[in-house]
């Protein structure tokens, strides 16, 4: 078996580990030990709407790639980079506009533990980012490789928590607020 067997085991074993994890943080961040989120009616429309942008950022980013390979002999990132950039960007759309409306936080989520997992995964995603840099991995031949998602994580990570904190001293933090 040849080296890239191995390393589309090492895929998918992290993203398997990766969906682990996700369950067992999902599962300490509930207040009331419900897995499940809950979520008023005005959070599941915004949610809805959150859902329906991601979606169409999705598709757009999607045609655009599909025109970009057709144009061009080589693109500057790899396939599943490309990929990878689009559900990001996707997941960033629909999270950002669930953060603007009040949406995205559950009504039994400890908010404080979701932002320190925030921060964790994103300090996780800047090391193995270096580690791939410092290794020569993360670029080969003027193609940024499936490495390069884990420094599009961070930087997800770190918007994510930028708009947490900006929505936070705009004064509109959901826990803040009285009803509507």
Known sequence: MGRDFYRMLGILTGILGGLLIAVILIMITKTNGNPRSEYDER??????????????????????YAVLTSGFEQLPLCAAS????????SLLVHISYCIWHDAYFSLNENQQRLKVIFALVGLVNLALSIVSICAGEMVVDGVLQIN?????????????????????????????????
Not at 45 to 63: C, H, L, S, V, W
């Open 43 to 64: 959070q599941m429309a915004a949610r809805g709407q959150g859902y329906k942008y991601g979606f169409f950022t999705f598709m757009i980013g999607d045609a655009v």
């Open 148 to 180: 390069s998602l884990n420094l599009f994580c961070t930087a997800m990570a770190l918007t994510v928590m930028a708009e947490l904190a900006l929505k936070y001293r705009k004064g509109g933090a959901w826990e803040d607020e009285g009803e509507a």
């Open 82 to 89: 490309a990929m990878g950039l689009i559900i990001i960007l």
